[in-house]
């Protein structure tokens, strides 16, 4: 069985390189063989169950030796974020229909790269002005929503 987590460091910093607590949380992640996306509202997780609970204390241990002076974790398996996804004739899921067909696939079959772009048109469309659309729009792409708020954090 394969899990999630997302988790947040504080504090934050607006700007510049991210803080060191963020970034050894992250890394404490990825040494556990948990592939990570990293961004600057926090970091999410994903592996093996197993794995992934046992990596929990290292990750907490490198945030609060970083610096952090709180961490806010949130673990679910994949797909159940309780996010109901876009309804059949909705405008979201007629905008997410228009985004596949512009990017010639399903969202959910996208790389990386792709779900970014992905994400990008949908911002430019009012897709997240919507009511609950980016829990929506992450089970959509079979990501969290935490990688959603993260691609549209990132500069264009």
Do not use: C
């Amino acid at each position: 069985m394969e899990l999630e987590a997302e988790f947040t460091s504080e504090p934050f910093r607006g700007e510049g390189e991210p803080p060191a607590h963020a970034v050894e949380a992250m890394r404490a992640a990825g040494h556990a063989g948990l592939s990570t996306d990293f961004g600057p509202l926090g970091t999410s997780a994903r592996g093996d169950a197993d794995a992934l609970l046992d990596a929990l204390p290292a990750i907490v241990r490198a945030a609060l030796d970083g610096g952090a002076t709180r961490l806010t974790l949130r673990i679910q398996r994949p797909g159940e974020n309780g996010a109901t996804p876009s309804e059949p004739g909705s405008v979201l899921d007629r905008m997410v229909r228009e985004v596949e067909a512009e990017l010639g696939s399903p969202l959910r079959e996208l790389d990386r790269p792709g779900k970014q772009r992905a994400v990008r048109l949908l911002e430019e469309r009012g897709a997240f002005q919507l009511r609950k659309s980016v829990a929506a729009v992450a089970e959509t792409l079979g990501v969290t929503r935490f990688t959603v708020y993260n691609y549209l954090n990132r500069e264009h």
